[in-house]
């Protein structure tokens, strides 16, 4: 296994940036490191959470730059010069263009919080993506940890995990569910096989390599 560099980004409170700290202090990704978390706006408790762990952080304002072509360019250049390997979108809702995702070819992975290709896309963030599960009245929902490309919630599938509708949910219980059941176990999974070179795509399908 070789050692990565990981940053992870991040707009909220960070239960999925703890979840990763949580397993890298277990030992769960070898010895590669969150070493960078970036924040979409000061003040967050992910921030907090970079803090309490030692781990350094910068805050990145879409407000600050004119453009999101600006803006990315900033994000490329902070993970670059901080020789990331690896970048987690946990919870990290500002826009970004190709440069991104082409100076990090299969090495962006994010957290989606539903069964893609279900409830996914343009307008499918936060709360929404669980109102929009009750309102179709689903019996199984979860999460979705995938490559990200240039269009939204599109890209290559790494894992998945599903996770129990309860008659009576309301779109924050069933929130927290999906992340206690499914999100925080199956992001640190997915690090966890890149971080071991197990995952190679072909043709937009993620396989998982044995050992
Ligand atoms: C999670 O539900 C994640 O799936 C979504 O944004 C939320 C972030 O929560 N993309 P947190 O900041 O990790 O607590």
New binding site residues.
């Given amino acids: 296994m070789s050692k990565k560099n990981i940053a992870v980004l991040?707009?909220?409170?960070?239960?999925?940036?703890q979840s990763l700290i949580d397993c890298e202090k277990q030992g769960m990704f070898g010895e590669s490191k969150i070493t960078l978390v970036v924040a979409s706006k000061p003040g967050v408790y992910?921030l907090e959470r970079a803090a309490n762990n030692g781990i350094d952080s910068t805050v990145l304002c879409r407000k600050d730059y004119e453009s999101i072509a600006d803006y990315s360019k900033a994000l490329v250049d902070t993970l670059k010069n901080a020789d990331i390997d690896l970048v987690v979108?946990?919870?990290f809702l500002t826009i970004i263009d190709e440069q991104v995702y082409e100076a990090y070819p299969n090495a962006i992975i994010?957290?989606?919080?539903a069964l893609i290709p279900s409830f996914c896309g343009k307008g499918y963030?936060?709360l929404h993506v669980h109102e929009a599960a009750l309102e179709k009245g689903v019996r199984v929902s979860g999460?979705t940890v995938h490559f990200v490309t240039p269009e939204c919630d599109a890209g290559p599938i790494i894992m998945q995990k599903a996770v129990e509708v309860k008659q009576g949910d309301t779109p924050e219980t069933l929130?927290k569910r999906?992340?206690e059941e499914a999100?925080w176990k199956i992001l640190p999974e997915a690090v966890k096989l890149f971080c071991e070179d197990k995952l190679e795509v072909k043709d937009n399908i993620v396989f998982i390599k044995e050992n």
């Fill in positions: 991040v707009s909220g409170g960070g239960t999925n940036l992910a979108l946990a919870g994010n957290i989606h919080p963030y936060g999460a929130q999906i992340m999100e």
